[in-house]
Nanobody, 122 residues
Framework: QVQLVESGGGEVQAGGSLTLSCISS????????AGWFRQAPGKEREFVAD????????YLTDSVKGRFTISRDNAKKTLYLQMNDLKPEDTAVYYC???????????????WGPGTQVTVSS
């Protein structure tokens, strides 16, 4: 069974930074698109960013453009999300996932991690 394990969450003040990491046990991870979603209390899970198998193409939701950067290290089977200038509205559980191609539809992603909490205080 494929496992994805996120780390790097925590509590920061507005304007601060965090870097999330996600390690995958997927054998074919280097051929998959990898992404991040987040879910705030009482809200639906929403797309944050994803990155193509070779890192050549990235997509970010409008609310994080210019502040978040997604990257991957295929040799380490690790996905990253660098988050700068964090805002209270970024507070959520962040999930790592993977899919066969770019999509913002959570139902099309497979093998979700358990999530890591990010809390941004004002």
């Amino acid at each position: 069974q494929v496992q994805l394990v996120e780390s790097g969450g925590g509590e920061v003040q507005a304007g601060g930074s965090l870097t999330l990491s996600c390690i995958s046990s997927e054998r074919d991870w280097t051929s998959l698109t990898a992404g991040w979603f987040r879910q705030a209390p009482g809200k639906e899970r929403e797309f944050v960013a994803d990155i193509s198998w070779n890192g050549g193409t990235t997509y970010l939701t409008d609310s994080v453009k210019g502040r978040f950067t997604i990257s991957r290290d295929n040799a380490k089977k690790t996905l990253y999300l660098q988050m700068n200038d964090l805002k209270p509205e970024d507070t959520a559980v962040y999930y790592c996932t993977q899919s066969s191609a770019h999509t913002t539809d959570a139902d099309m992603f497979i093998s979700w991690g358990p999530g890591t909490q990010v809390t941004v205080s004002s």
